[in-house]
């Protein structure tokens, strides 16, 4: 069923390093919701890389369209398959977003930074942080379990990873108590095939009370 209702649940997604698929989770999400549940979703990026951009330049030949603009403020910066992307809207735009209508914001933070803890990140409905159980990632994972902890583990996480071996993902998620999401791997996460349905939509129901109505 779809999410009914006028208030946007909002999915923040972190990363315990670069490269471990933050962008790559977040499109696939906002397709599934969009293509799958028929909800209303939008991306934004406000991780330091800057992402977003590079990928409405690579669709600059019209594979993507713009969107109706009402104002340079209020309008996304591009559309693909029916996903508003915002590129870089800072945390005083963020409201304008949410007064926008869509069911779903889905907010791309990049690298967690434990020292400085985005705080619109602590405010997101669900809060997944994708890791890797590659062996030579690993050390970024677990020191950022170690290191929440301490510094900014209010609220629930979600924990994700789309690579790595077996035995380690079972250590990590028996010595923090937690569950690693097995990521559904696609190299393009604008195509989704009803293998990935069901993964995404565990990772989004499990959090009681939130994502139930999908």
Same mark, same amino acid.
């Given at each position: ?51 977003? &951009? ?21 309008? &996304? ?138």
């Amino acid at each position: 069923m779809r999410k009914t209702g006028i208030c946007s649940i909002t999915i923040g997604i972190t990363g315990t390093d670069e490269h471990v698929g933050v962008t790559h989770l977040s499109i696939m999400l906002a397709n599934y919701l969009v293509s799958k549940e028929r909800c209303r979703a939008a991306v934004v990026d406000m991780s330091l890389s800057n992402s977003f &951009a590079v990928l409405q330049e690579i669709y600059q030949d019209g594979l993507y369209q713009e969107p109706d603009k009402k104002t340079d403020r209020d309008c &996304a910066d591009f559309q693909m398959h029916k996903v508003d992307y915002y590129s870089q809207r800072r945390q005083k735009n963020i409201a304008n977003i949410f007064q926008m209508g869509y069911e779903y914001i889905i907010i791309d933070f990049g690298k967690l930074s434990l020292h400085n803890c985005h705080s619109e990140l602590l405010r997101c409905h669900v809060r997944i942080l994708v890791g890797s159980c590659c062996e030579w990632q690993q050390q970024a994972f677990l020191q950022v379990l170690e290191e929440k902890q301490q510094l900014c583990d209010a609220g629930s996480w979600k924990y994700a990873a789309f690579l790595g071996i077996q035995e380690i993902r079972s250590r990590i998620e028996k010595k923090y108590h937690i569950q690693i999401h097995k990521i559904p791997f696609e190299e393009d996460p604008f195509q989704l095939h009803r293998k990935h349905f069901e993964p995404l939509k565990i990772m989004l129901q499990e959090e009681s009370g939130v994502c139930n109505r999908i």
